[in-house]
């Protein structure tokens, strides 16, 4: 049996009806399960023939369940609390729950377990057909439904989706998918016609008066699925934005009116409206005191559903909302009759969804092609978050968006425009010390940030005690650590992106890295240089002891330096700056390293992560300003010789998923993760599944303070019932036992208990110390299909080189981009897409525009079915 | 697949401040209205800006012994029977034998210091950015299992600076609850668009009903429209539609039944004095008391079981405080021991929880005096009131304590009342958290929640147990 997706295994699920031979088998039945069960069975057997039950069926259900379920759901053992011998005893609710359970088990391959005799596929086909005539439609629609969803997505097999056999024609099921948090922005951005910076200024800040209504779950993986839909929530965010939003076009509009009155905000401190706002439909209206024309009335709809929807009214549409205006009109002004019908218009849920139904006939499949318009917001969308360009909607309207070929031509043009989509990758990232990272397609990083989960590092909170008070929890102006580390991580996925050669293999496997990067080489370069010389030309002069002499002496000359800047105020004199930087000097050019090129004592300086890659630290300007007061042993600190050129090498680490935002990411808040790093690896780049942990677990790691963190999540997972799905996890999570929960490289692991402290520090300058024990990063590699690359590893990195050479890795990362670029899990009907995509990656060494192409003029993509009940 | 059941639940969640009310439902509207049902329990969470300093809440009737646990912060219960309040809380001194004064309780899950936003409803760390809001203050998780047609109300006297400002103070902004993760709550900010919005339904001012009147008409067009679009779907996207469809007919009910509940609402609507309506002349204690007989009122009428109310926040400019009623009084620099018109900084902290404990003293007091809905004893009965400050002990806070003074009706399941309780300090075995202080609610009244709140990091590194309710509070 394969988990195929549920259009090609539903219909299995028949009703049969039962005949007279019903009552024979009964009996037979029973006494089977008598002699094996005694008195418990007669209650079993009544429940295995249902009215609509083939009795030929319940015999076999009952062979089968004798064979492979009842040892371990039995009179013996209740697994689960699962028990199949008594279902008697169970309320209808009940019984209908446990079935249904049981049919999802056995569909998704879950029960039995790998460990245990398996069924053949027939014999597994003939107990869904049992356990389906026990249950109505409703349970075969819960398990549809269950497909559509993220964490379904791997239960379609890999290797029927790669091997070529199916030829089924591919399409997605007509639909509408609600928009992103970001396309939502942008939409809003349209409705003031916000352009340039005005539009920029809003991607940054956001609108005073606008609530998101979306939110993207926060688990690792694509998220933005068209499963999502309106509801309640979101139509309460939506009556304010809508208030705020109509609010606004009217006082903007009122403004632009020549001549018009004086009109004031209605909150004075939220001042802000769209400039130049000159809607003529709506001027027209509110310019005059006298009740509006019909025409006038028809214009200002037009006008808004142009600005909300992007389109014009449909005559029905017109006639609705003439009805509204009209209405208002009786007990209202005229402005009162626009905000309505404007906030009418906002609340349609076409203005938070995508459409795509496909338009004209439908071919031999059932199948139509996406209308032009409907293709130029496809498109667009999955590109980036704004609408369709000029062009693109041109191409629709001239009816050019009508075969592969138009696709391809769009496509490819808008991949190469470097500036239509251009824009930051995320936002939120911005504060006091970092700005996120400006790309042509943020959209495409995007995929890449959902697809490893890297930006939950945010969620994460650290004890910075622990990390030398180096790391900074996210508070408020900053993100503190984890944004630094996402911000970073966003530097190098966009890197290899723009770059796009062997991205996939890049991301997991390449030793590049960005760390701080503070500004390009060639400026960091003139900086570092130019101090040098000053280093070198002051470095024998008294500069510690005599400093105003030495700065009198060299104030022309250290003038005459651009990159040294020493204030001359009511606080701070020359000499005293002249100082700090010779401090600094000699801590890097004294030593041979070279300094960052920026000084600590610059303001809004917060750069103290280095040591979460591995690297030495950099320097607080405490240590300058306190000079005095540093110890001799901290004098002679190592500070990380800086690299101007970045990205650069970091020994003993290798792509994401030693970064440490993807670290952090995949930890908790004082211990790593091994657990979720290997659910990570198995579910994300080995296309597995391991399933929900029970509810009948209690998943504590047992607290021991003289073993290793390691030792203990071995322990707790080696019991049997545990085994069966930490197998799968534990071999390729703890290989990155290597790397400490802040992302610190380690071969010793410092066992963080009272019990175990050698060293109390005061949690400022010095901190605790505990006795360690050493890490066994070893693990193993299964599932990539390739005997080469399966087997024992020794520690993370010799797993990451694995997985980069493994077809089956790029494979599952194209089953990811598939669900980001199509906002839905594959069906094996999507098995040529898949396969197309595959090879144009390879076939372009490994160009992931290359299977972005592919992907969007795939038939998944162009073609929609519209699918009943 | 959501159901319109679904929508319901989410719905039921919904309640903000909006000018085109949206909230519930009246799935399970309170008895008075519905004419049957469970008698709901009340919730009022009353936080306040500056720290609450944990020894100004010790009776000073105390003796040396006490005095000396208090100081070292150990753990003890002592019944407040034959125990004298702090001054300031002199207004409470009549609801005696429902109060409790609970120290010991930490928020380093929080955000703490000046401003912290949603934490400490929350119990997470949170900032101004929307994207902080990890889920559903404890408000609204209580007002899950209470429903009521608003479902829960926020009232705030908005800081107009000090680094949290709100802009408008007499307006709806950002509240300091959430609905859900990155789902802020909105706040009235004044007497008067409280009024407006809320009572809007029984208003007799003209331009308010006609409002009302065309907000309906929109309403009706969009769910029109919506179930056009739902009938010309099938299977999912059929359903789809006809959610969002639902949504909107759900709204324009609960609109009819806040219209049918009007006799009562008009019963119980507030009659405030002119200057609270006119913001030129509105001191801060004259908004205070605007918004909390609004909060008394819509508790009364049953429009919501659930209200918070930011008596005030760091940044909120006080004036009309007695004795210093010419003074515009900065709390932080109160925080920062800046003395007004001859009073010290703890004198007129002392001056400000007086107030506010005029206004919980008002609140407890007319519920007291409301017949329950069931007939059977009052209203406060079945009411629990907090009083706690959103930031901590103290100015710059660190979280180490987190004081509570509740009252609570004699039909709480709490076992806290009339108790003096000090709990075991931060780090120390037994310790207990604002999130065992909120699921301790929660799991009192009905949600089983295993814990609320994000965890303490420093509590976790030694493997301190922190989750699940405090036990000895639900013995």
Request: hydrophobic share 35%; net charge negative.
């Amino acid at each position: 049996m394969h988990n195929g997706h549920a259009e090609n295994t539903m219909n299995p699920f028949l009703k049969i009806i039962a005949g007279l031979w019903g009552l024979v088998l009964i009996a037979g039945i029973a006494l089977i399960f008598w002699m094996k069960y005694g008195e418990d069975s007669g209650s079993v057997l009544e429940l295995f023939v249902s009215a609509e039950t083939d009795p030929e069926v319940a015999v076999d259900a009952q062979h089968l369940i004798s064979n492979y379920c009842i040892d371990c759901h039995g009179p013996d053992k209740q697994k689960g609390k699962v028990r199949f011998d008594q279902l008697n005893t169970l309320s209808s609710e009940d019984y209908v729950e446990l079935l249904s359970d049981a049919k999802e088990s056995v569909y998704y391959g879950e029960m039995p377990p790998e460990d245990e005799p398996q069924p053949t596929d027939e014999e597994r086909e003939q107990l869904l057909a049992w356990l389906s005539s026990h249950l109505d439609d409703s349970a075969d629609n819960k398990l549809a439904d269950k497909m559509r969803y993220p964490h379904y997505g791997n239960l379609v097999d890999h290797d029927l989706l790669f091997n070529g056999e199916i030829k089924d024609e591919a399409y997605t099921p007509a639909r509408r998918w609600l928009v992103s948090p970001q396309i939502f922005q942008e939409r809003v951005m349209d409705v003031f016609e916000l352009e340039g910076r005005d539009r920029d200024s809003i991607k940054q800040r956001g609108f005073y008066g606008v609530v998101n209504p979306f939110v993207m779950p926060s688990q690792s993986g694509v998220r933005d699925y068209d499963t999502g839909e309106l509801g309640g929530g979101h139509l309460l965010v939506m009556m304010n934005n809508a208030k705020w939003i109509a609010g606004k076009q009217i006082y903007a509009t009122k403004l632009g009116i020549p001549n018009g009155p004086k009109v004031e905000p209605e909150n004075p401190k939220d001042n802000w409206y769209p400039r130049d706002y000159e809607p003529q439909a709506f001027i027209d209206i509110l310019s005059q005191s006298g009740k509006p024309t019909e025409e006038q009335l028809i214009a200002a709809i037009h006008t808004q559903f142009g600005l909300t929807l992007k389109r014009k009214a449909t005559d029905q549409e017109l006639e609705v909302y003439l009805d509204l205006m009209r209405s208002v009109g009786e007990i209202g002004d005229n402005e009162a009759v626009l905000t309505k019908m404007c906030t009418a218009v906002l609340l349609k849920s076409e203005f938070l969804y995508r459409i795509e139904f496909g338009g004209g006939e439908s071919d031999e499949y059932g199948r139509t092609m996406l209308s032009p318009r409907e293709a130029a917001f496809s498109i667009s969308y999955a590109l980036g978050d704004q609408g369709p360009d000029e062009e693109l909607f041109k191409a629709a309207e001239e009816g050019r968006l009508q075969t592969k070929a138009d696709y391809r031509r769009e496509v490819e043009r808008l991949l190469a425009d470097e500036n239509y989509y251009r824009g930051q990758v995320d936002p939120i990232l911005n504060g006091s010390s970092a700005k996120s990272v400006v790309t042509s397609h943020p959209r495409i990083v995007r995929f890449f940030r959902d697809f490893f989960g890297y930006p939950n590092a945010s969620n994460i909170f650290k004890d910075p005690e622990r990390a030398e008070g180096r790391f900074v929890n996210p508070r408020r102006g900053t993100t503190g650590t984890p944004g630094a580390v996402i911000n970073e991580a966003d530097m190098i996925v966009t890197w290899h992106i723009e770059h796009d050669q062997n991205v996939f293999e890049n991301l997991l496997g390449s030793d590049k890295y960005f760390v701080y990067d503070l500004m390009p080489a060639e400026k960091g370069y003139a900086t570092v240089d130019e101090w040098r010389e000053v280093w070198e030309k002051l470095k024998d002069t008294p500069w510690e002891t005599e400093s105003k002499k030495v700065y009198d002496e060299y104030a022309r000359y250290l003038a005459s330096k651009k990159s040294i800047s020493l204030r001359d105020n009511r606080r701070r004199k020359p000499e005293n700056d002249m100082r700090l930087y010779m401090r600094f000097f000699a801590d890097h050019f004294g030593k041979g390293i070279t300094p960052m090129p920026i000084v600590p004592w610059q303001h809004g300086y917060q750069k103290h992560h280095s040591i979460v890659y591995g690297l030495p630290p950099t320097p607080s300007s405490a240590r300058y300003y306190d000079w005095k007061k540093v110890s001799e042993e901290d004098r002679d600190r190592d500070f990380w010789d800086y690299a101007l050129e970045q990205p650069f090498s970091i020994p003993n680490r290798k792509g994401i998923l030693s970064h440490p935002a993807w670290l952090i990411a995949h930890s908790h808040n004082f211990q790593t993760d091994p657990i979720k790093r290997g659910r990570w690896i198995h579910e994300k780049l080995l296309a597995g599944r391991v399933p929900d942990t029970p509810i009948t677990v209690d998943a504590q790691v047992p607290e021991d303070p003289h073993r290793t963190f390691r030792d203990r999540v071995v322990e707790v997972t080696s019991a049997p019932d545990c085994r069966k799905c930490h197998i799968h996890m534990n071999p390729v999570g703890l290989p990155f036992e290597m790397f400490d929960d802040f992302g610190r490289s380690r071969s010793e692991e410092q066992l963080e208990h009272p019990d175990n402290l050698i060293k109390t520090g005061d949690g400022e300058l010095t901190f605790n110390t505990y006795s360690t024990l050493p890490i066994d990063p070893s693990g193993a590699l299964s599932g990539t299909g390739d005997p080469a690359l399966d087997g024992d590893v020794k520690d993370a990195i010799d797993l990451i080189d694995r997985l980069a050479k493994s077809d089956h890795v790029r494979q599952s990362i194209i089953r990811h981009a598939f669900r980001f670029y199509m906002g839905r899990n594959e069906m094996l009907s999507d098995s040529q897409t898949l396969i197309d995509a595959d090879r144009a990656y390879v076939a372009s060494g490994g160009s992931f525009k290359a299977v972005i192409v592919s992907l969007l003029t795939s038939d998944s993509f162009m073609y929609r079915k519209d699918l009943k009940d | 697949m959501n159901t319109r059941r679904n929508f319901l639940k989410t719905a039921l969640l919904g309640v903000g401040a909006g000018s085109m009310w949206p909230r519930d439902l009246f799935a399970n509207a309170p008895a008075a209205l519905a004419g049957a049902g469970k008698v709901p329990t009340r919730f009022v969470f009353i936080h306040k800006g500056n720290g609450l300093m944990p020894h100004t809440l010790v009776p000073p009737s105390f003796s040396k012994d006490l005095m000396d646990k208090e100081k070292n912060k150990q753990a003890y219960s002592v019944d407040l029977d034959g125990h004298s309040l702090p001054d300031f809380m002199a207004p409470l001194a009549g609801h005696h034998k429902n109060l409790t004064i609970l120290q010991g309780l930490s928020g380093k899950m929080c955000t703490t210091g000046h401003h912290t936003w949603c934490s400490s409803l929350g119990a997470y760390k949170a900032n101004e950015q929307i994207s902080s809001i990890k889920w559903a203050t404890v408000d609204f998780e209580l007002a899950k299992l209470y429903p009521s047609p608003f479902e829960h109300i926020e009232l705030a006297c908005f800081p107009s600076g000090g680094g949290n400002s709100r802009g408008n103070i007499e307006g709806i902004e950002k509240g300091f609850s959430a609905r859900g993760p990155q789902q802020p709550n909105y706040a009235f900010g004044s007497p008067k668009v409280a009024m407006q919005e809320l009572f809007k339904s029984v208003s007799n001012d003209k331009a308010a009903q006609l409002m009302y009147e065309m907000d309906r008409k929109v309403l009706e067009l969009v769910s029109g429209r919506e179930r056009v679009i739902s009938e010309m779907l099938d299977g999912i996207e059929h359903q789809k539609a006809l959610n969002y469809t639902d949504s909107v007919d759900s709204i324009l009910v609960r609109n009819r039944k806040i219209e049918e509940m009007s006799d009562i609402i008009r019963q119980h609507i507030p009659k405030l004095p002119d200057a609270y309506i006119n913001s030129d002349t509105l001191s801060t204690l004259d908004r205070q008391d605007g918004l909390n007989e609004i909060m008394i009122s819509t508790l009364i009428s049953g429009m919501t079981n659930v209200a918070t109310f930011t008596v005030d926040e760091l940044g909120t400019p006080y004036t009309g405080l007695p004795k210093l009623e010419t003074e515009q009084v900065n709390l932080h620099e109160i925080g920062h021991n800046k003395g007004y018109g001859g009073l010290d900084a703890p004198a007129i902290r002392d001056t400000v929880c007086h107030q506010h404990m005029n206004l919980v003293n008002k609140l407890v007091s007319r519920l007291k005096a409301t017949p329950e809905i069931n007939g059977e004893g009052n209203m406060f009965d079945n009411t629990v009131v907090m009083y706690f400050p959103d930031n901590g002990e103290t100015h710059h806070s660190v979280g180490t304590e987190w004081p509570f003074v509740v009252l609570a009706g004699d039909n709480t399941p709490l076992k806290i009342g009339r108790r003096y309780i000090r709990l075991p300090k931060h780090g120390v075995e037994g310790h207990k958290t604002l999130g065992n202080w909120y699921t301790t609610l929660l799991n009192a009244y009905g949600n089983p929640i295993d814990h609320f709140g994000a965890m303490d990091v420093e509590l976790d590194k030694f493997g301190i147990h922190q989750k699940g309710p405090i036990e000895q509070f639900l013995a």
